[in-house]
């Protein structure tokens, strides 16, 4: 049935002819279409991330630790959606994804302004990220307001400190953990598709490919919530590519 106070129908809530138009769906080349559209998911999923992380330091600046709890809980099942990704992108043949990294160009996931806010964001903040070639003035203008904000590690520090029932303050960590190690092995996953196509190679944007991911897959987004916190090995790492 249909009326005036009828609810849209799917189409109109997910707004699909005009995400279809702009999705990377519609190339001739199959292997160029699972390539970007995965991308373009990936960066999805990266602003989903980021509305989590903001809604988990809002929960611990306001001290809920139960509501920050749940806030994070979808965080590392996105992320592992996100290594799943990459499982796709591995069953290309490895002439087809050198011709789509040929086409490229220079652009990389190096350019990813939302993972680098998701970084800064959570706490890892390395300024030297500004200056990447191929951020517009906007990606830049978000990464300094991002660098001006809270950290969740910073609201999670305060709570910790300020919450006297212990056990909420690990449920929060335990939380907290579990979305550092997904994205740690989401590196992990990363490092081993570079090495697949790429072996010791070049990687995108003049890195050192794999070996560059490998030693990233070690930084630690929110280093507190780890055995050793801030003082622990890796907890910062070195600047490279998303």
């Avoid at 991330?49 to 994070?72: K, N, P, T």
């Avoid at 040929?102 to 300024?127: N, T, V």
């Avoid at 929060?172 to 010791?200: Q, S």
Wanted: glycine share 8%.
């Amino acid at each position: 049935m249909s009326g005036p106070n009828a609810s849209p129908p799917y189409g109109q809530v997910l707004r699909l002819d005009e995400l279809l138009q702009v999705a990377r769906v519609h190339d001739d080349d199959v292997d160029h279409v699972l390539f970007l559209a995965t991308h373009q998911s990936c960066e999805i999923y990266f602003a989903v991330v980021l509305r989590h992380l903001e809604a988990v330091r809002a929960a611990l600046d306001a001290r809920d630790g139960a509501l920050a709890v749940r806030r994070a809980a979808p965080l590392p099942v996105l992320v592992a959606t996100l290594v799943h990704q990459f499982d796709g992108l591995a069953t290309l043949p490895p002439e087809a994804f050198h011709a789509v990294r040929d086409a490229l160009g220079d652009a990389s996931g190096f350019q990813s302004a939302q993972y680098r806010e998701i970084e800064y964001l959570c706490g890892l903040r390395d300024s030297r990220f500004l200056n990447t070639a191929g951020f517009t003035d906007a990606d830049r203008k978000r990464l300094r307001a991002r660098l001006d904000e809270r950290s969740v590690q910073e609201a999670y520090r305060d709570f910790a400190a300020d919450q006297a029932e212990r056990e909420s303050v690990e449920r929060v960590r335990g939380a907290l953990l579990d979305f550092d190690e997904a994205f740690a092995v989401w590196r992990a996953r990363h490092a081993v598709l570079a090495e697949r196509f790429l072996g010791g190679g070049t990687g995108t944007a003049g890195s050192d490919g794999a070996a560059y991911l490998w030693r990233a897959a070690r930084r630690r987004l929110v280093p507190d919530v780890w055995p050793g916190g801030a003082d622990g090995p890796d907890a910062a790492g070195e600047a490279g590519e998303a």
